[in-house]
């Protein structure tokens, strides 16, 4: 009951704001929910360290000296199948590295270069797993 009459209440102030101010916070909502499906954390570190964690990386070519490990940041501590599945394809990918998780168009299956905003900055980006 409470709930519903919460609900009319947004509803009615919603409609108030401008399409412009609608747009925006729809914009704001959509960055939240993406930013709420992080699932690793980088975590810079030595190489001793970082070989203790099952995602260990040293970056290469002009990322030569950066070393650390994917941290899982879900709420559980596990990863998904399809969370598995993400970061077998693309886990040295930038996007990974900066936001916790594969671009949208990676994780909706399509394949290709990476298109993430600083993807494009460092384009020599490099990552590869500490055996
Ligand atoms: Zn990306």
Known sequence: ??????????????????????????????????????????????????????????????WVGVVGYFRVITKDGKLNEEQEEWLDDYITRCCCYYYGQPCAYLQHGEDGECECRLGAEYSDFGLKEIK
């Not at 409609?15 to 101010?21: G, I, L, M, R, Y």
């Not at 960055?31 to 810079?44: A, G, S, T, Y």
């Open 1 to 62: 009951m409470p709930k519903r009459k919460a609900n009319e209440m947004s509803t009615k102030a919603l409609n108030e704001f401008t399409d412009q101010q609608l747009n925006d916070l729809k914009e704001t909502i959509d960055e939240i929910l993406w930013k709420r499906k992080r699932f690793v954390k980088w975590v810079e570190c030595d190489t001793k360290e970082a070989v203790k964690h099952k995602y260990a990386f040293k970056g290469h070519g002009y």
